[in-house]
Structure formats: C-alpha cells, structure tokens
C-alpha cells in the first residue's frame, strides 16, 4: 500500500531541485457543483498535511460554502470557466504565493492522496518536469468506460507518432508539475479539454513528462464536468489542437 501522503520532507529538498528548505506543495482543486464529494475529500486532505486550493468555478450549489465549512482556501470564479479556465486559475495562484510543485487533483473522488509522494518523486529527484498518474501502468482499479479508453488510446498513439514518447493516460487529470512548468501553464492553458494538448504542449517546448502507476475510484457522486468524451466534437477539437500545437516553435526559452 502507499504511503500516507505528507507534505515532502527536508531531507528531500536537498536533491537536484535545489533548494534549500522543504518544497511547498499545493494541490488545485477544480470543482464545479462537487457539494456532494468535495467536503470529504477536503477533511482527509486536511488530515494527511497537504495543503489545498479549491477553484470553485461558478457552481449553482453549495459547494462554495461546503469547502468553506470544511476550512479550505477557495477562490470563486465569477462564472463557469470549465476545467481549463479553472486549473490556470490554481496556477495562477500557485506561481504568485511562492509554490515550487502543484498537483491537480479532481474533488470527485476519483484521485487518491496516497500516490501523491509518487507522483511527486520525479519532480524531486530532478528527473521530470510533468508527471502524469497513470491507471493504464499497472491497469488496475478504476479503468473507466469502454468509450474512454477508446479515446485514451487513440490520444496516446497520436502523441507517441507525433513526439515519439508513450503516454499511457494522456487525459489523466492526476499530475504534478514544477515551477518550470507551473509558470507556462499560468501563462498559457487550453481551454477545452485540456488534458492531451497540455502534455503535448510540453513535449513539444522540450519538457520532460513521466508517468507513474496510480489506482483511481469511480466517481462518488455528482456529474462529470466534462460529459462529452464520446462526441466528434472532442475528439476533433482536441486532435487539431494537438496538431497545430506541433507546428509551434520547439524550445522552453520563454519559459
């Protein structure tokens, strides 16, 4: 079994990324209408010493004031963003307070804390910039639907012929990144289904991206804010994104 997910010690902030004190990690909560799984998820967060922010992004109910009755930092967009709007807030808030990881978590309860100290090990140990939980490693757990997986792979085999690199779980919403990384994605964020273009926006910049075995629950309750999967319109959207993503400069320079 993992180990219970704490804050990194500091002993590991004496490796390759160099810094002299432990790391400040903060995980990005992107929620939207999660009254129902994110006052939980918040008490066990809260209980195993990590620090969360909650981009509450425009929910109709209460999950504003669950999070606030459960004490977590929240900020509330003023309207629905979606997703990518959501988490480019949370890197925004990282980048300005001094973050040198942060971790997307869903609050549907479908990501578990306790892989949170492997997927935030290569990023320590200097040896990746992204790092991807992956439920197709070990292919246990949760593996979603028929249909997803579909799209999974085709996404995979899209991003393995255009970059050469394997990427078990190209939509996985369970990451980690570095400060490296946390500032492009302050800058820039897709939008729209953000998961595969994000990973080849930093394939293509020179980033290095890692994956690591992770188990995920199936969603406790609420709806999915992304509900279109199977429809043409992401899988063209998306493919096109990814495409003329690779006709863009190479290099982090600006970065």
Same mark, same amino acid.
């Given at each position: 079994?993992?180990?219970?997910?704490?804050?990194?010690?500091?002993?590991?902030?004496?490796?390759?990324?160099?810094?002299?004190?432990?790391?400040?990690?903060?995980?990005?909560?992107?929620?939207?209408?999660?009254?129902?799984?994110?006052?939980?998820?918040?008490?066990?967060?809260?209980?195993?010493?990590?620090?969360?922010?909650?981009?509450?992004?425009?929910?109709?109910?209460?999950? =504003?004031?669950?999070?606030?009755?459960?004490?977590?930092?929240?900020? $509330?967009?003023?309207?629905? /963003?979606?997703? #990518? +709007?959501? *988490?480019?807030?949370?890197?925004?808030?990282?980048?300005?307070?001094?973050?040198?990881?942060?971790?997307?978590?869903?609050?549907?309860?479908?990501?578990?804390?306790?892989?949170?100290?492997?997927?935030?090990?290569?990023?320590?140990?200097?040896?990746?910039?992204?790092?991807?939980?992956?439920?197709?490693?070990?292919?246990?757990?949760?593996?979603?639907?028929?249909?997803?997986?579909?799209?999974?792979?085709?996404?995979?085999?899209?991003?393995?012929?255009?970059?050469?690199?394997?990427?078990?779980?190209?939509?996985?919403?369970?990451?980690?990144?570095?400060?490296?990384?946390?500032?492009?994605? =302050?800058?820039?964020?897709?939008?729209?289904?953000?998961?595969?273009? $994000?990973?080849?926006?930093? /394939?293509?910049? #020179? +980033?290095? *991206?890692?994956?690591?075995?992770?188990?995920?629950?199936?969603?406790?309750?609420?709806?999915?804010?992304?509900?279109?999967?199977?429809?043409?319109?992401?899988?063209?959207?998306?493919?096109?994104?990814?495409?003329?993503?690779?006709?863009?400069?190479?290099?982090?320079?600006?970065?």
């Amino acid at each position: 079994m993992p180990p219970k997910p704490t804050q990194p010690h500091a002993a590991e902030s004496s490796g390759p990324t160099g810094l002299s004190r432990p790391p400040k990690l903060l995980l990005i909560i992107p929620a939207f209408n999660e009254r129902d799984n994110i006052g939980p998820l918040l008490l066990s967060l809260r209980e195993a010493g990590l620090e969360a922010l909650v981009v509450n992004d425009g929910s109709t109910d209460d999950t =504003a004031e669950v999070c606030a009755e459960a004490g977590a930092n929240v900020v $509330s967009l003023p309207c629905n /963003l979606g997703i #990518g +709007g959501a *988490v480019q807030t949370g890197y925004k808030y990282a980048c300005s307070h001094g973050y040198d990881i942060a971790v997307q978590f869903d609050g549907d309860g479908q990501h578990r804390a306790e892989f949170i100290p492997a997927l935030i090990a290569p990023l320590l140990a200097g040896e990746a910039d992204l790092t991807i939980g992956s439920r197709y490693i070990e292919k246990r757990g949760f593996q979603s639907t028929p249909m997803r997986r579909a799209g999974i792979r085709y996404f995979s085999r899209l991003i393995r012929l255009i970059t050469g690199q394997t990427v078990t779980d190209p939509t996985s919403g369970f990451r980690a990144v570095n400060r490296r990384i946390m500032t492009l994605f =302050a800058a820039h964020y897709p939008s729209d289904y953000p998961e595969p273009e $994000s990973v080849m926006h930093v /394939l293509r910049l #020179g +980033g290095r *991206v890692a994956e690591v075995p992770v188990l995920m629950s199936e969603r406790s309750g609420g709806r999915s804010s992304i509900r279109s999967f199977r429809s043409a319109y992401y899988m063209v959207k998306v493919s096109l994104a990814i495409l003329i993503d690779m006709l863009r400069g190479s290099g982090m320079r600006n970065v």
